[in-house]
């Protein structure tokens, strides 16, 4: 396995661990994975029985998660659309669970997004929410020697930011998914130390990926390693 794949195993693993519960409360349930692409999340969840929608802006993904779903067996709808014509595609009160990873950062009003996806959702549903925090960005124009660059993402709000969009602290997205009627069951930071480590060390020392995927899941939940995770996983109903 190369080594962009082992880091991606370790950067997914906490998000596994923490959905699969979520999954299981809901069994063979309708789930709707926004912007989920090529399938990544998608074709897993339907593995495990569910019935899974994904809406994604790009026909090519969808295209290519036709072909990933044929390829594996599974059935996922895929359909064009984004958060921004959600109940359109989909209908109110028409999900169990809502997969948003990564989306957030790229909408010009996250507040009323975050609104949208409630309405999908079923009384009771649940919403896995994984977004881009702003502290640990900090950390990485510092280390990259970009001073200025990190000064000012220090304090800026959370607004769009370059191509990777607009970055959250766990305040701000907490007061969102409060905004927006959630309550919050969990939150996990995700790619604490994996984003750090070196692909050659994946490659060269035997079980180093296994390591890392350990060492990740045994400091996601510490509020003390929060601030220092590139994304935050977060779990609402």
Same mark, same amino acid.
């Given at each position: 396995?190369?080594?962009? #794949?082992? *880091?991606?195993?370790?950067?997914?693993? &906490?998000?596994?661990?923490?959905?699969?519960?979520?999954?299981?409360?809901?069994? @063979?349930?309708?789930?709707?994975?926004?912007?989920?692409?090529? /399938?990544?999340?998608?074709?897993?969840?339907?593995? *495990? +029985? $569910?019935? &899974? =929608? &994904?809406?994604?802006? =790009?026909?090519?993904?969808?295209? =290519? %998660?036709?072909?990933?779903?044929?390829?594996?067996?599974? #059935?996922?709808?895929?359909?064009?659309?984004?958060?921004?014509?959600?109940?359109?595609?989909?209908?109110?009160? @028409?999900?169990?669970?809502? !997969?948003? $990873?990564?989306?957030?950062?790229?909408?010009?009003?996250?507040?009323?997004?975050?609104?949208?996806?409630?309405?999908?959702? *079923?009384?009771? +549903?649940?919403?896995?929410?994984?977004?881009?925090?702003?502290?640990?960005?900090?950390?990485?124009?510092?280390?990259? +020697? $970009?001073?200025?660059?990190? %000064?000012?993402?220090?304090?800026?709000?959370?607004?769009?930011? /370059?191509? =990777? /969009?607009?970055?959250?602290?766990?305040? #701000?997205?907490?007061?969102? %998914?409060?905004?927006?009627?959630?309550?919050?069951?969990?939150?996990?930071?995700? *790619?604490?130390?994996?984003?750090?480590?070196?692909?050659?060390?994946?490659?060269?020392?035997?079980?180093?990926?296994?390591?890392?995927?350990?060492?990740?899941?045994?400091?996601?939940?510490?509020? #003390?390693?929060?601030?220092?995770?590139?994304? %935050?996983?977060? !779990?609402?109903?």
């Amino acid at each position: 396995m190369p080594a962009s #794949e082992r *880091r991606g195993a370790a950067r997914t693993a &906490v998000v596994w661990d923490a959905l699969l519960p979520v999954l299981d409360t809901h069994p @063979s349930g309708d789930v709707v994975d926004i912007g989920g692409g090529t /399938g990544g999340f998608a074709v897993r969840v339907a593995e *495990r +029985g $569910h019935r &899974v =929608s &994904v809406v994604d802006p =790009s026909p090519d993904a969808l295209a =290519s %998660l036709a072909r990933r779903a044929r390829e594996l067996g599974v #059935e996922v709808t895929g359909q064009q659309g984004d958060l921004s014509t959600l109940l359109d595609v989909t209908g109110p009160d @028409s999900a169990d669970v809502v !997969l948003c $990873h990564g989306v957030l950062e790229v909408v010009d009003d996250p507040g009323a997004a975050l609104a949208t996806i409630r309405q999908v959702l *079923r009384p009771g +549903g649940s919403l896995s929410l994984l977004v881009a925090q702003r502290n640990a960005a900090v950390i990485a124009r510092a280390m990259a +020697g $970009h001073f200025a660059q990190a %000064l000012t993402m220090l304090d800026e709000a959370a607004a769009p930011s /370059g191509r =990777s /969009g607009r970055r959250f602290t766990h305040d #701000e997205i907490t007061a969102l %998914l409060a905004d927006a009627g959630f309550e919050l069951t969990s939150v996990h930071g995700v *790619r604490v130390f994996a984003d750090l480590v070196p692909g050659s060390l994946l490659d060269l020392e035997p079980g180093a990926t296994a390591a890392l995927v350990e060492l990740e899941q045994a400091v996601a939940g510490r509020l #003390e390693y929060l601030p220092l995770a590139t994304q %935050l996983h977060l !779990l609402a109903r």
